[in-house]
């Protein structure tokens, strides 16, 4: 401003031109609508003195040093969020200039690069569900799962889903904001023995449901039975929709397989970070029946006139072009970005390096529930057969806990009595393949040092 530091390259006779341009007679008669009393004053900043760009980095690392990372401090926090260890060709791709952008490009046709790299992760996001077609991706798991919802009642023109108490509760209050906006309803199945109970499902079955959402593994960490329960959905013309963890589907049976209709999931974990909670990646992959129904982004392979391999967007009659009041969603960008790190992570691990990591998640997470149910006063919550997670219940808050955890420098799982108060005090541990013995064994002290 003009009684101030300048940090706008603007002259004094720039700065009259635009003033006089809107009738304002100075810069602050622009902010006249704002009350004073929030308005800042001109010695409200209180800024230090000047530093040079030496002092100045390292001043910032010493305010970045308060912070604790998860190569310090072992994490068992998951609930959609996993701490994975992602090879450090995934950055090296990422960081190239053609790629790091997030946004689909507008001019498609003349970046055949991104176009591919977005191909091939749909290719794969193919192969790990079984599914026919996938999107470019969308914003989070949450967003796909009630996307895939929305698809659901256009596809079945019917507007009520039944979804699983076992589905991560806040996938469900996405779900229910999306519904509500569409004035479609939403029923939720209850539990039985931290799954979805199959008898009262039955039951909740009508000619009105649009489709049966399910999460594989569920909220707790166990693995859902799906034998039979497609046969039941499509007899009452229903869709199957499963919200999956991708890395299980490389020990798991691909949702296709049980006759899922769509296939949606988090793909934070396939090469991202989880930077303090995002950006994250969803993913929606469907038959190729439901193709006109996928929201989003779709490449497409094609050749050009003199036989050439090419890439396309293709079914573009969605979202922000062309007839808009007829689109499939209101999902207007992807997260490209995010899309090519997990297409990198997949091809650079293989099949056999996917089913490595899901193997060793596993093994660990059977290690850690054997040990920490051991102790006494905690108790696994369910029986059955889980994947990287697993509930335990407390003989304590769960808040107490992890602020103990804390102290002793670790972070501690996920409190579910907030939304599942039936349990009382009980906590979701996440182990995947970056723990180690040690650091198992040392959560496991630290939980009896607590007692």
Not at 89 to 111: K, M, N
Request: proline share 5%.
């Amino acid at each position: 401003m003009s009684g101030g530091r300048h940090y706008l390259p603007l002259t004094d006779a720039e700065r009259r031109e635009m003033l006089a341009a809107i009738d304002a007679s100075s810069v602050e008669q622009l902010f006249d609508e704002l009350p004073p009393a929030i308005r800042l004053k001109k010695d409200g900043l209180k800024l230090p003195p000047p530093l040079s760009e030496m002092e100045v980095l390292s001043h910032l690392g010493s305010l970045a040093a308060k912070n604790r990372h998860l190569r310090e401090y072992p994490c068992y926090l998951g609930a959609g969020v996993y701490d994975h260890f992602i090879p450090s060709v995934v950055q090296h791709i990422t960081g190239r200039s053609e790629f790091y952008t997030a946004y689909t490009p507008y001019q498609a046709e003349i970046s055949q690069g991104v176009l591919q790299s977005i191909f091939e992760y749909q290719t794969m996001i193919c192969r790990l569900t079984g599914m026919e077609a996938s999107n470019a991706s969308l914003y989070d798991g949450a967003t796909a799962l009630a996307e895939a919802a929305v698809a659901s009642c256009g596809a079945t023109r019917r507007d009520r889903v039944l979804v699983s108490r076992a589905v991560n509760p806040y996938y469900r209050q996405v779900l229910q904001s999306y519904m509500e906006a569409r004035n479609f309803g939403v029923e939720e199945i209850p539990l039985a023995e931290g799954k979805t109970d199959h008898a009262k499902l039955e039951t909740m079955l009508n000619q009105n449901t649009a489709a049966l959402l399910l999460q594989q593994p569920n909220i707790f960490g166990l693995l859902e039975d799906m034998d039979g329960v497609a046969e039941v959905v499509h007899r009452y013309g229903a869709l199957l929709v499963i919200s999956a963890d991708p890395i299980s589907l490389a020990l798991c049976r691909a949702p296709a397989e049980y006759g899922a209709d769509i296939v949606t999931g988090e793909g934070q974990n396939l090469g991202n970070p989880p930077s303090f909670g995002g950006p994250l990646l969803g993913f929606f992959a469907a038959r190729k029946k439901l193709l006109r129904r996928i929201p989003g982004r779709i490449a497409g392979e094609t050749k050009d006139r003199e036989g050439r391999r090419g890439f396309v967007l293709t079914l573009q009659t969605r979202e922000q072009h062309i007839r808009r009041e007829r689109a499939t969603s209101n999902i207007c960008s992807n997260q490209a970005l995010n899309a090519l790190a997990a297409a990198v992570y997949l091809a650079a691990l293989g099949p056999a390096g996917l089913r490595e990591v899901a193997g060793h998640c596993l093994q660990k997470s059977v290690y850690a529930r054997k040990n920490i149910t051991a102790i006494k006063g905690f108790e696994q919550a369910f029986t059955g057969v889980h994947f990287k997670e697993f509930a335990v219940k407390l003989p304590g808050s769960a808040k107490d806990l992890n602020r103990y955890l804390l102290e002793h420098k670790i972070i501690g799982g996920f409190d579910l009595e907030p939304h599942y108060p039936e349990l009382g005090p009980a906590m979701l541990f996440c182990v995947t393949e970056t723990k180690t013995r040690e650091q198992l064994d040392g959560l496991v002290e630290a939980l009896e040092g607590w007692l």
